[in-house]
């Protein structure tokens, strides 16, 4: 927990316009980072957020990354203080994970869990989300806190060989 923390707690001020992820969330709380939850998606509110409260980390799922970049404020607001944005819980269009990119300027990291995994099973770090390296369709590695992941056939679920690459 504390290198989770380390990763995701550096900042003091976080905004979690959904709950797609929860255990940062938390994590916020815990370490007394003022977080920010929003009733409703409001794109423009949230671009207004981002610059008024100078917010440095946000959680978004990947339908409202696109209303951001969608809506008329978007390429005027000011994403300086934006350091992260923690994005799941739904595959992302490359071209629009590509503006995200350019327009916001900071890390982006993709997770992907379930209820049953109780939290994040996959992760793809900043390092990835280069758009050179070809790797932004993936979902990432299996997270690093003890997670393993095993393919399987949806009829025998035995091991079938797939074409997949490990990337590190």
Known sequence: MQRLARRFCESHLYACISCCRRTVCILGVIFGCKNIIIPEVDPGLILELIESEKIELALFVPAVILFLLQHPKSEETDFTSLKQVIYGAS??????????????QCDF?????????????????????????????????????????????????????????RFS
């Open 109 to 165: 990291w993709q997770v992907y869990g379930l209820t049953e995994t109780c939290g994040m099973a996959t992760t793809m770090t900043p390092e990835y989300h280069d758009p050179a390296k070809g790797k932004l369709r993936s979902c990432g590695q299996p997270y690093p806190a003890g997670v393993e992941i095993k393919i399987v056939g949806l009829i025998t679920m035995n091991w079938e060989p797939v074409k997949w690459e």
């Open 91 to 104: 595959p992302i269009a490359e071209d629009t994970l590509v503006k995200a990119i350019e327009r916001m």
